[in-house]
Structure formats: C-alpha cells, structure tokens
C-alpha cells in the first residue's frame, strides 16, 4: 500500500534469529532513518498489522531496541480511524492483497486505516480474515502502550452464525452476515488460527477465545472436513450450504493450527485433532509432490476425477507461500516424526531449483511443468514467513520454543503473556 519496506520490516526478527548480523543492522538503520510512516494515499489496515506491526513488534521484543517498539506504537495510532464505524468493526480493502499478485496488477484499492478519502460505508463488507486478525498485535500494543482497545469479539460472540460457522463477509455497518461463503482458506483462514493463539499468548486465560475456536472447529469438522475418493482428507469451502470440493495453499496452514490447538484437549480430542493436523498437511505435501517442480499450487480440488490437483489454468501458480511449510514445522516440533523435515528438505530443493533467480527468489506462473516462467516477484512473507519457518523445522525445539512464543500470522514471534511477564 502507502507504506514503503515492507520486505526489510518483514524479514528483520528472521536476520535476527539467523544471526545475520550484518544485514540486520543494516535493517535497523533502515528503520530508524529511512521508514516513513506517513502515508501518501491508502495502505491495508490488515497487511499493515500483520507484516509491519507483528515485524516491529517481534524485533523489539526479541533485541529490546526502543526504536522497534516507538515505531510499532506511532504506526498503531495511526490505525486507529479504521476502527471509527458503527460497529468497531475496521472495513476492508475491496481488492485484497490476498488476490494474486503475479495476476493482478492493482493490488491495493481502497482501503481502511489511513485515508479518510474512500468511504467506509460503500465498501459494503469487512472480510473475516481481516478484521479477525488484529487481535495478537493490537493486545501488544494496548499493553506497550496502556492503551486499551479491542471489542471485535463481542460483535462475532453475538452474531448468530449458520451451522455454527463463520462467513467470509460481515458488514461493517450492520454488524450481520453479507454472504454465506465459508472458508478456512483465504478470507477467513487467520481468524481461526488468532483464536487459538490468543488463548495461547494469554498463557491460556482467554477462555473465551478458546471456546469460540474449539466452537469453531467443531462445526468445521461437522460440515467442511472431507475425505476424496483416493482418501485424502482436506477442508472444502461452503457456499449457502452448498459444497466446493477445493483446497486453497492458503488453507494449509490449517494442519499445524489444529496440531497447535490438539495439544491442549482432553485425550481423545487430542488424538482426533493431530490425526486430522497429519492427515491435511498430508494432502497439502501430496499437492507438492503431484507437482512437476515439487512445489504445489494456488489451489487444488478433488472433483471430476481430479485429486490435489490444480484443473483450472489460473490456480496453477506458486508465489512463494508459506502455509505448507509452516504445517511441517509445527507437526515437526509436536510429533517429532522425520517425515516432515524429509518434506521441508524437498521444498528447499525445490525452491532452489525454480523459484531462485540472480536478485532473490521468484514466483513461478506454472507448479506443472519443469521449466516454469517466473513472475518476477518476491512476496514479503518469502524471508518473513517460508525461510522462517524452514529454518526452525531444522533448529533445535528450544529456538523460539512453542512454550514461550506464538506467531502471528506473518510468522513474527510474540511472547506469551506468562504470569512473570513483566519481569
Ligand atoms: C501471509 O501474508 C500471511 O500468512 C497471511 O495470513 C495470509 N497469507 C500470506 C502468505 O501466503
């Protein structure tokens, strides 16, 4: 959006914990001297929390430089408009950076947040995903800076949900339902995993946070989980009642979070959920290695024969996504099974072999062939995110331990609020 450095903000806590020394002090000064916060035209209040404050706030709380956190706090305040409607509920970017950036050219319409000049009320609908994925960065900053927002919550608390399941779209006005498409993929996705992480970063006293994800998930069994006819597990969308038999990459974040979240139920519920966490990232390794490169595609369904694989011409890209890679890491460190490392290491072939070009890493248009074009861009979450979370499937389970931090949907590390937190 408006906000230049995204990629020197996203990527400083992994220099950081990769001891790159050099180039992260190179990052800080950067920080320090160059990063303008005021922002000409319209950014995503989403994008903007997510990249840029989780990556501040993550670099201040793993060095402890003032500079990280005064630039988090003065960043927050300026998105504090995006809150200003009927509800407390932010509007959304009507052209989500989630569409395909290889793809789609104008990546940032109007947004929320830092310019008056679009108009909340005709953007018609907040998207799930967006406003539901505030909640980790923005309980950091009230505790920073003694300010206390946040009522997002009670509104979703009270609405009623279909079948128990959370649409894609909400009005900001009204605060009920637009449409009926559910999805843990894109657009509603981070929502659930903020859930269980805010349980998580309350050293596990949000309980109602966690009641809405177990809640939540429950119904997402119910009614989303499915097995194909070649017995592979995966998630489908819903739309008004009817199923779409698709996975979108995004979607496969959804294997480490539900191994995340199994950790903490009773014995049989533990079970069933890290069966189900191995069974998904299962499907999501099998759209890799269906794959010519080994690096799997935007989407892939499992109907009309077809099995993790893409069948329409536009869902055939990769741009360097992390999803896949993240379930492997957390299905490494809570069940220590080799498998997932053998299938990161096939990643970092993979990406080695098509995605690496003279200036960085790129996009590839086609997963299906051997000599794939590239799309000449490298996503932010690459080194926020993908190399992050390679990284830690090789490091030692004390790096970051899951006990002491969670991720937020970026990748950038947040303590847990331990009761000896403050000290
Ligand atoms: C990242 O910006 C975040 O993980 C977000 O939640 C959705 N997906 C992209 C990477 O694919």
């Given at each position: 959006g408006g906000l230049r450095g995204a990629t020197v903000i996203d990527a400083l806590d992994t220099l950081y914990i990769m001891e790159l020394e050099e180039e992260f002090q190179e990052a800080k000064k950067w920080v320090e001297k160059s990063f303008d916060l005021n922002v000409n035209g319209e950014a995503s209040l989403f994008?903007?929390?997510?990249?840029?404050?989780?990556?501040?706030?993550?670099?201040?709380?793993l060095t402890g430089e003032e500079v990280f956190k005064s630039k988090a706090l003065e960043l927050g305040e300026k998105l504090l408009p995006a809150f200003n409607t009927p509800t407390g509920i932010p509007p959304s970017?009507?052209?989500?950076?989630?569409?395909?950036?290889?793809?789609?050219?104008?990546?940032?319409?109007?947004?929320?947040?830092?310019?008056?000049?679009?108009?909340?009320?005709?953007?018609?609908?907040?998207?799930?995903?967006?406003?539901?994925?505030?909640?980790?960065?923005?309980?950091?900053l009230?505790?920073?800076?003694?300010?206390?927002?946040m009522n997002i919550r009670r509104v979703l608390n009270r609405v009623e949900k279909p079948q128990g399941l959370y649409p894609n779209f909400?009005?900001?006005?009204t605060g009920s339902w637009v449409q009926h498409h559910v999805s843990i993929g894109g657009l509603g996705d981070s929502f659930y995993e903020y859930l269980i992480k805010s349980w998580l970063m309350s050293d596990k006293k949000d309980s109602e946070a966690k009641k809405m994800y177990d809640d939540a998930l429950e119904a997402i069994e119910k009614h989303l989980v499915k097995k194909s006819a070649g017995g592979l597990t995966y998630i489908a969308e819903?739309?008004?009642?009817?199923?779409d038999h698709k996975m979108g990459h995004l979607a496969c974040f959804s294997g480490g979070m539900i191994a995340l979240g199994a950790?903490?139920?009773?014995?049989?519920?533990?079970?069933?959920?890290?069966?189900?966490?191995?069974?998904?990232?299962?499907?999501?390794?099998?759209?890799?290695?269906?794959?010519?490169?080994?690096?799997?595609?935007?989407?892939?369904?499992?109907?009309a024969g077809s099995e993790a694989m893409a069948t329409r011409l536009s869902e055939r890209y990769y741009i360097l996504r992390p999803e896949v890679v993240e379930s492997y890491m957390y299905l490494w460190r809570l069940t220590h099974d080799p498998k997932y490392r053998h299938w990161g290491w096939e990643v970092v072939k993979a990406l080695e072999k098509h995605c690496r070009v003279e200036a960085g890493f790129s996009g590839i248009r086609d997963v299906y062939t051997t000599t794939p074009s590239h799309d000449n861009m490298q996503q932010s979450f690459f080194l926020a995110e993908t190399l992050k979370y390679l990284y830690l499937l090789f490091c030692e389970d004390d790096v970051l331990s899951l006990e002491d931090w969670v991720f937020n949907t970026e990748a950038h590390p947040l303590p847990i609020n331990h009761t000896d937190f403050k000290a």
């Amino acid at each position: 959006g408006g906000l230049r450095g995204a990629t020197v903000i996203d990527a400083l806590d992994t220099l950081y914990i990769m001891e790159l020394e050099e180039e992260f002090q190179e990052a800080k000064k950067w920080v320090e001297k160059s990063f303008d916060l005021n922002v000409n035209g319209e950014a995503s209040l989403f994008e903007v929390n997510i990249r840029y404050i989780g990556g501040l706030l993550a670099a201040y709380y793993l060095t402890g430089e003032e500079v990280f956190k005064s630039k988090a706090l003065e960043l927050g305040e300026k998105l504090l408009p995006a809150f200003n409607t009927p509800t407390g509920i932010p509007p959304s970017c009507r052209g989500s950076a989630r569409a395909p950036p290889a793809l789609n050219a104008s990546l940032f319409s109007p947004c929320s947040g830092m310019s008056w000049s679009w108009g909340w009320a005709s953007a018609g609908s907040s998207i799930l995903a967006e406003f539901g994925t505030l909640h980790l960065e923005f309980l950091h900053l009230s505790q920073l800076s003694g300010n206390p927002v946040m009522n997002i919550r009670r509104v979703l608390n009270r609405v009623e949900k279909p079948q128990g399941l959370y649409p894609n779209f909400l009005s900001p006005v009204t605060g009920s339902w637009v449409q009926h498409h559910v999805s843990i993929g894109g657009l509603g996705d981070s929502f659930y995993e903020y859930l269980i992480k805010s349980w998580l970063m309350s050293d596990k006293k949000d309980s109602e946070a966690k009641k809405m994800y177990d809640d939540a998930l429950e119904a997402i069994e119910k009614h989303l989980v499915k097995k194909s006819a070649g017995g592979l597990t995966y998630i489908a969308e819903w739309r008004g009642g009817i199923l779409d038999h698709k996975m979108g990459h995004l979607a496969c974040f959804s294997g480490g979070m539900i191994a995340l979240g199994a950790e903490h139920g009773g014995d049989e519920r533990r079970q069933r959920h890290m069966e189900l966490a191995a069974e998904i990232t299962n499907t999501c390794h099998e759209s890799y290695t269906r794959s010519d490169t080994k690096l799997g595609p935007e989407a892939f369904r499992f109907d009309a024969g077809s099995e993790a694989m893409a069948t329409r011409l536009s869902e055939r890209y990769y741009i360097l996504r992390p999803e896949v890679v993240e379930s492997y890491m957390y299905l490494w460190r809570l069940t220590h099974d080799p498998k997932y490392r053998h299938w990161g290491w096939e990643v970092v072939k993979a990406l080695e072999k098509h995605c690496r070009v003279e200036a960085g890493f790129s996009g590839i248009r086609d997963v299906y062939t051997t000599t794939p074009s590239h799309d000449n861009m490298q996503q932010s979450f690459f080194l926020a995110e993908t190399l992050k979370y390679l990284y830690l499937l090789f490091c030692e389970d004390d790096v970051l331990s899951l006990e002491d931090w969670v991720f937020n949907t970026e990748a950038h590390p947040l303590p847990i609020n331990h009761t000896d937190f403050k000290a």
